[in-house]
């Protein structure tokens, strides 16, 4: 078997960065107005750095190291739960591609002039395809490539778009520009309950930071660095969303933010606003946005798929799903994934892109069933931490200021992910009349089948793995 190689400090903080620290998702928060920085603030301290302290926790406890999810959660909780939690950590992902590149193809359409990849259903869904399945065929080269996509995707991505927003933004009110009233209408803390159905968007923005751990043993010394470089995640995830968040609220009115390409439009204001002649600047802001998400799309092919190989060496998954190419990377169950993401594209794509019930539907029952994966890594660690047998266990990394401290930790992130479960299932403001109730059906019934499709399988294939091996 070939030896992976090992990843820099960077390499695995640009590669877990970019799991989860996006552009797109700006013009979701900016809906918000001055209200982004309140949750972003409350998610980031209060759900996302939990996440990060448990799962350094958890990936440095002395066996934990292979698998990620699975393992942690199947040593608390069972193999059962371990296999579920990393079904649903992989699940949501095949239909956050097609939102991810959906972006992509709004800065594209934008940057080259063909407003048709934008518009039109047929090239729209051409073009996902061809974006996602360039970005999995070069992942078969290994997670050095990967590794190498993410630095480069980071920092010109994201750390340059949103450095050129700040620096631009400053530079834009100071001659005098207004800052838009859909930025303060709203407030700093939520008042109703459309308010709190903010919250799951805001969720999602922090999702996905232990997506990296199955990489964790390609890490220089990962039990001295693994912790921190959740820590400055944490730091630089709040910091840059706000940032970036924040900027395209003041600039680009609420009425007229489009969701696709709001970015886009922030650069827009930013730069042609008495220089309609420098278009040539937003065309390359448009760019650079796109290589950030491609970095992005390109981080989340692998690691995912990486667990659910740990599952199937455990004999978990039929065997052909065991089998890897010379750089060890599981090509079947990237084909897997694949075909789901083709699927999702065709349905959302065809289905009238984000202005349905069933686009919306879908976007929920991702996030709600990935949130029922966090909510097994706070159980997973409240047994690790609760649990007398398991207060002896070795690790390398324990989250600071003691046992009380632990709690706290776990359970506000706990009670976050519960509450965020919650506000799904408050009717968007995009429906009206029956599309309401049509939603809560469908988002419900999808809910309960997702939740139970790993459960079933586990059950089925153990009882017959068992007989066949009698």
């Known amino acids: 078997m070939t030896q992976k190689r090992s990843i820099s400090k960077f390499g695995f903080f640009a590669m877990t960065a970019s799991l989860f620290i996006t552009v797109y998702e700006y013009p979701t928060f900016a809906e918000s107005g001055v209200m982004l920085v309140f949750y972003l603030l409350l ?27 699975f393992s942690w959660v199947s040593r608390m909780m069972g193999e059962r ?57 070069l992942q078969f080269r290994g997670t050095q490539l990967t590794a190498r996509l993410a630095k480069v995707g980071f920092f010109v991505g994201i750390i340059i778009p949103v450095v050129l927003l700040l620096v631009l933004s400053i530079q834009y009110f100071n001659n ?31 999702m996905g930071v232990e997506a990296s751990a199955p990489h964790i043993k390609q890490l220089d010394d990962p ?16 910091v840059l969303s706000t940032i970036g968040g924040s900027v395209v609220s003041m600039v680009v009115p609420s009425d007229k933010l489009s969701l696709n390409s709001g970015v886009v439009q922030a650069f827009e204001t930013l730069v042609l606003t008495g220089h309609p ?22 981080s989340w092919i ?8 740990f599952v199937a060496q455990k004999g978990l998954l039929p065997a052909y799903f065991k089998k890897t190419n010379k750089n060890e990377v599981p090509v079947p169950l990237i084909y897997l994934q694949g075909f789901l993401v083709s699927v999702w594209a065709a349905v959302l794509t065809f289905g009238g892109g984000g202005n349905n019930v069933s686009f ?57 992910s519960i509450l ?51």
């Open 420 to 470: 965020a479960i919650v506000s799904a299932f408050i009717i968007p403001s995009e429906l009206k009349g029956t599309q309401g109730s049509t939603y809560i059906l469908t988002l419900t019934a999808g809910f309960i089948i997702t939740v139970a499709i790993p459960f079933v399988f586990y059950h089925f294939y153990m009882k017959h793995k068992q007989v066949k091996d009698v």
């Open 43 to 69: 998610c980031g301290i209060f759900w996302f750095l939990p996440v990060a302290l448990c799962s350094a926790e958890l990936a440095t406890v002395k066996g934990n190291q292979d698998g990620g999810l």
């Open 223 to 238: 039990k001295k660095n693994y912790p921190k470089i959740m820590i400055y995640l944490v730091i630089a995830g709040v």
């Open 360 to 416: 919306l539907t879908a976007i929920s029952l991702t996030v709600i069933i990935y949130l029922v994966a966090y909510v097994m890594l706070f159980i997973s660690y409240f047994l690790l931490v609760l649990k007398a047998k398991n207060k002896g266990l070795e690790r390398s990394y324990n989250v600071p200021g003691g046992h009380i401290s632990k709690i706290i930790v776990a359970s506000s992130g706990l009670i976050l």
């Open 277 to 298: 002649e420098l278009g040539i600047f937003v065309k390359v802001a448009a760019i650079l946005l796109t290589i950030g998400v491609l970095a992005q799309v390109s």
């Open 81 to 137: 739960f371990g296999f579920a939690a990393i079904f649903f950590q992989w699940f949501q992902i095949t239909v956050g591609f097609v939102t991810m590149i959906y972006f992509i193809i709004g800065a594209l359409a934008y940057a080259l002039d063909f407003n048709a990849i934008n518009q039109n259903p047929v090239y729209k869904f051409i073009a996902v395809l061809l974006i996602f399945w360039a970005c999995t065929f």
């Open 176 to 206: 005098g520009h207004e800052i838009a009233s859909s930025f303060t209408k709203n407030g700093f803390f939520p008042k109703n309950q459309t308010d709190f159905a903010a919250l799951v968007s805001f969720m999602l923005a922090y």
């Open 302 to 309: 692998v690691s995912p798929t990486e667990g659910l190989h």
